[in-house]
């Protein structure tokens, strides 16, 4: 295994960091490496927010489930979809853009996450640990109040970064899913029942056993994870961000 494989396959989330800052060189690799991501027709659908001020990252740890660990991060983040950028400047040429529309989201959400992950795998690459942070597109219209965002400038995903701390560095990764139940050829397949509870055992929190416990594990990880409200809210503010982007010519 390279090195590069050997970091995709070590690379777990952090959320607790030492005091060392994130140095100005190491800040700018891992903003070049995102940049650096594939995009749709090379247009970069997205503009990067370095959050800097106490005040700012104290709101957006408020904002995003109060997660204190966020603010004491010393690198936080904020990927935006930025379909504005090219509208303006087609308006500015006299090209008759369209408005943008909800297939421009989609799309700009798209090279956001591959460009944060692009980041995530660099800033791994210096010693520098990462976590994603959901909470960023569930209350979006708020993050974007906070980051001064115009409309089609949206708040998608957000990461916090900084060196990990001892315990964060020991922690074991979660296991995935092995390959067989994940990747098909040719088509989707539905795992057989016994089969995909089979799957689901592997994960942790409960005993291999699927007849020991596995149901219950389920019922639990349903309420806390399906079911919860910040899923629910997640899909409304995904509506309401998508009902932003209608266009009418």
Known sequence: ?????????????????????????????ILEA?????????????????????????????TCDDQPFIAKAPLVLVFCIDVR???????????????????????????????????????????IGSCYIGDILERHEEQSRLLGCPRYVVPAAMLVMGHP?????????????????????????????????????QKEGHTSDPDDGLEAWLGAFCRRKWNSGFSREMSDSAARMLEDFDYAD
Not at 54 to 62: E, N, V, W, Y
Request: charged share 25%; proline share 4%; with cysteine.
């Open 1 to 29: 295994m390279n090195e590069v494989m050997s970091q995709l396959f070590a690379r777990k989330s952090t959320r607790a960091f030492t005091d060392e800052l994130v140095s100005e060189a190491d800040e700018r690799a």
């Open 34 to 62: 995102a940049c650096q991501a594939p995009t749709a027709g090379n247009q970069q659908l997205y503009s990067i927010i370095v959050a800097r001020d106490p005040t700012l990252k104290q709101a957006l740890a408020h």
């Open 85 to 127: 950028r090219w509208w303006r400047a087609f308006e500015l040429a006299g090209a008759a853009p369209r408005r943008p529309g909800k297939g421009d989201a989609l799309l700009a959400l798209e090279d956001v996450m591959c460009a944060a992950q692009n980041a995530v795998v660099a800033a791994h690459s210096l010693g």
């Open 165 to 201: 701390t001892a315990h964060q560095l020991e922690r074991k990764k979660p296991r995935r899913f092995d390959l067989e139940s994940v990747v098909f050829e040719n088509s989707y397949q539905d795992l057989p029942d016994e089969e995909l509870l089979g799957v689901l055992s």
